[in-house]
T-cell receptor, first 112, second 116 residues
């Protein structure tokens, strides 16, 4: 069974204080790992997808990396508007229909 | 980026009535759409996979007669909660998978259902 574990559950940062969120996964053949951002009362917003170990993607203050067992979402010099829940999901290569298995998310709060 | 529209964003209904939620992919065709349910402070739980032109595939424990899914076109899937009860109150979110080969799911804004 595919499993995704995210840590920490919650993270509070001061504006400008860089940090990383972790996503550990167990999957029977990784087809893709996805990062989403979710604001309260909204649907998830797509950020990145990573397909193979060693791959990295960047977007503004965010950078996602992937190894064979985990992914990190690095946040550099965060701003209050980066406050949200960040969700990690995996798609197994043997899964039909492209279903995703989500982690529980990391709730990030950035204080001004 | 790809846009998925979900409507309504919020609905209140009486116990025993049915509610329909629409999910549309606005700028791409989606042969596969997904329906999720999310409880407060929890992650997304997949309810069913909706395939255009065929029957939906439901996850274990999800009642197919209670949560009716129709995917009649490449841009529209609907979820009907039949004979809704207070325990069906939740946040329902749809997603549509792009067909470009990247297998990215784009999500709607969600529907907050409150059953009185």
């Amino acid at each position: 069974e595919d499993q995704v574990t995210q840590s920490p559950e919650a993270l509070r940062l001061q504006e400008g204080e860089s940090s990383s969120l972790n996503c550990s996964y167990t999957v029977s053949g990784l087809r893709g790992l996805f990062w989403y951002r979710q604001d309260p009362g909204k649907g998830p917003e797509f950020l990145f997808t990573l397909y193979s170990a060693g791959e990295e993607k960047e977007k503004e203050r965010l950078k996602a990396t992937l190894t064979k067992k985990e992914s990190f979402l690095h946040i550099t010099a965060p701003k209050p508007e980066d406050s949200a829940t960040y969700l990690c999901a995996v798609q197994a290569s043997e899964t039909s229909g492209s279903r995703l298995t989500f982690g529980e998310g990391t709730q990030l709060t950035v204080n001004p | 980026g790809a846009v998925v529209s979900q409507h309504p964003s919020w609905v209140i209904c009486k116990s025993g009535t049915s509610v329909k939620i629409e999910c549309r992919s606005l700028d791409f065709q989606a042969t596969t759409m997904f329906w999720y349910r999310q409880f407060p402070k929890q992650s997304l739980m997949l309810m069913a996979t909706s395939n255009e032109g065929s029957k939906a595939t439901y996850e274990q424990g999800v009642e197919k007669d209670k949560f009716l899914i129709n995917h009649a076109s490449l841009t529209l899937s609907t979820l009907t909660v039949t004979s809704a009860h207070p325990e069906d109150s939740s946040f329902y979110i749809c997603s549509a998978r792009d067909t470009s080969g990247k297998n990215i799911q784009y999500f709607g804004a969600g529907t907050r259902l409150s059953v009185l």
